[in-house]
């Protein structure tokens, strides 16, 4: 994480004007892109209860034992963004890629290896992408020249964040169970940034696998659902 100037004085070096929705949602795609967010997207705040119904269905269904704390209270929460922040207005989906290159083939009698999942290579994302959401929306707040009721979202929090990114136009939903961003594949980080105005919503897409199904096939144990 950043370990800069505190948040709020960051945001006022940036100060800038702006006063349409319009003007807001382009100055806050420039400023995810700048902090290092590769896509973004909006979408309003509102109830989501066709998430709640999957993830009921899926809780009674078993897909979910293991995670105790997933049951029913958990998905009420994740479908009610103003049940996390009454004051929210527009939802912003943000994602960055963690593509890397591939590994180099290990040389054969280097002894037990196995493969770690790559988006585990680095630093825990958590605090690095949550660090770089608050300050977006510090530096909307500073550009409105007003204090701006927001909470970022990664991962950890009840928030649908696939959900949200697929409303705000930002991908689809593969089959392989995570958000297609174009131009990035599915090797993406997403958080949520929930904030108290509205601003132009996007539009899901239409697009989809098509036929496809690689991802089905390969899955050694078949755990994905699709």
């Known amino acids: 994480p950043d370990s800069g100037p505190p948040v709020a004085q960051r945001a006022a070096a940036r100060h800038t004007e702006v006063v349409t929705p319009q003007e807001l949602a382009a100055f806050i795609r420039t400023e995810a892109h700048r ?8 979408t309003p705040a509102d109830d989501l209860p066709s998430t709640e119904q999957v993830m009921l269905e899926r809780i009674d269904a078993g897909l ?57 290579w680095g630093a825990d994302y958590h605090p690095i992408l949550r660090q770089r959401a608050k300050l977006l929306a510090a530096n909307v707040a500073a550009a409105l020249g007003r204090p701006a009721a927001s909470r970022a979202f990664v991962d950890i929090a009840p928030m649908p964040e696939r959900e949200v ?32 105005m509205d601003l132009p919503a996007g539009e899901p897409l239409a697009t ?19």
């Open 165 to 196: 990114a697929r409303r705000a136009g930002m991908g689809w939903m593969g089959k392989n169970t995570n958000v297609m961003v174009k131009g990035l594949g599915s090797w993406v980080f997403l958080a949520v940034l929930a904030l108290d």
């Open 35 to 42: 902090l290092g967010f590769q896509a973004v997207g909006f």
């Open 64 to 120: 979910l034992r293991g995670l105790p704390w997933f049951d029913a209270d958990w998905a009420d929460l994740c479908s009610h963004p103003r049940k996390l922040l009454p004051e929210a207005r527009t939802l912003v989906a943000l994602a960055a890629s963690y593509r890397t290159a591939d590994p180099e083939a290990p040389e054969a009698g280097d002894g037990p290896r196995g493969r770690v999942a790559r988006y585990a």
């Open 208 to 226: 989809h696998c098509g036929d496809c199904d690689l991802c089905l096939r390969a899955c050694p144990t078949g755990a994905i659902v699709a």
